[in-house]
């Protein structure tokens, strides 16, 4: 064999090589990718809906829904909605009546109570329901108001107003139904559209730094290595950790900070588990652990507090 | 002479992209309006043209869908599109899907009713025009998209 056949047969050998090398690597990448997808099978936690009544200053939560079946029927409409798409709301009734039975309501006004209702059940989200129904000569309509409302932050998810249509009809209960036919499935198609968005660019946490009544930091206080006021430290963190950099600051003085939305992940980027406000309240309380503060942590719904002693 | 290995990559790159950007179909013009809708249903008039009847009936169907998955159809409760709107993206990402639902003739396991309004009129070309309502069961479309993977389910 000559030497040129030689030089030939070993360019050939390594042109094979490169090609093999090349398959290889793609196959281990699709393998990867395969493998990940299927370690990666956490279940997200769901947010927890609860749909409830609308009620004017002074109205009785308790005395309107057990008295006017028409707003228990748009209720059950609404709920029916959510099960057709395979999800399973909070019951407001049950709620009701596990704090009456439990005495948990106090003696205070009655949206108070339906605020109260909100807190124990633990609904990340809300549907309100005002209907309003109508008797008039030329027939009985019913008017649906649907709202749905970040309990915690307040963001609006959806808004639609859904019409019976007018009928020679007492039957308040049958309009409210039709009222409710009319809007729900577009209401649910926009708050999927939100909750598509809380997936793709985080969920909304607010976080309120302030300072114990012995404390002797402020927000101008320079502390930490590079001796930066802590403010611009907390905002650098801020700026790091929000998810996707998305974070806003409602206000800041010498003794609070407030981020009225910070984006968080609905699943930690480490490991690919849920992720919640309180493991962010975490990464908060060992940021001030790093640069030698004493912080304490309360996480109320999707608000955290962070407290500096 | 020998190919060098920096001009077979280059080849290998070059088959990649050229096959990455195949498959692109141009959107087809459709004109969809909705009718009525009720418990789950979307009711609608599609106009489809094909060589025939038979033809321009099953283009008149798959124009409905399309206007459901990827433009949302007014009026109705579906005002926004199912699936996205932008449906040469989507199409590839779930190619098995949409060949299955389409050249399997899957989609006719969603139509509830296809009635033309009329007999077919002759198009320019040769080509045969026909309108036709179309009712389709939404809640199981749904349903399927979202076992399917190519929409989200309800919620996070």
Redesign the interface.
Known sequence: MSLENLDIKTKQMKNKIIIILILLIASIKSQYALCQTQTNQVNTVQPKIMVIPYTKEGEDIRTILEQDVSRRIAITKIKEGFDGRGFTTVDFTAKLKAAKDNNVFTTESQTDIKTQIIQMSGADVYVQAEVSSLKTETGSSVTLVLTAYEASTGNSLSNKVGESGKFYTDDFGKLASKAVESCVADFLNVMQIKFTDIVNNGKSVIIDISFDANSTYKMSSEIGADKLPLSDQIEMWMEKNAFKNNYHIQGTTALKMIFDDVRIPLKDPANGNNYNPNKFALEIFKFFKGIGLQPTKDIKGSTIFITIK | M??K?TK??FS?FAIIFLFSCSNKSIPSSAKVNYLTSRD?TITMRAIGTGENQQAAIADAEKNAFEVLFFRGLPES????ALIGTNEIEEKQKHQTYFDKFYKDQRYKTFLMSSIPTGNATNIKGGSKSIAVDVKINV?AL??DL?QNNVI?????
Not at chain 2, 77 to 80: M, N, P, S, T, V
Not at chain 2, 152 to 156: A, E, P, V
């Open positions: 020998q190919p290995p077979i990559l290998l789950g409760e579906q005002k926004i809640t749904r349903k979202e989200r389910k309800f919620g996070y």
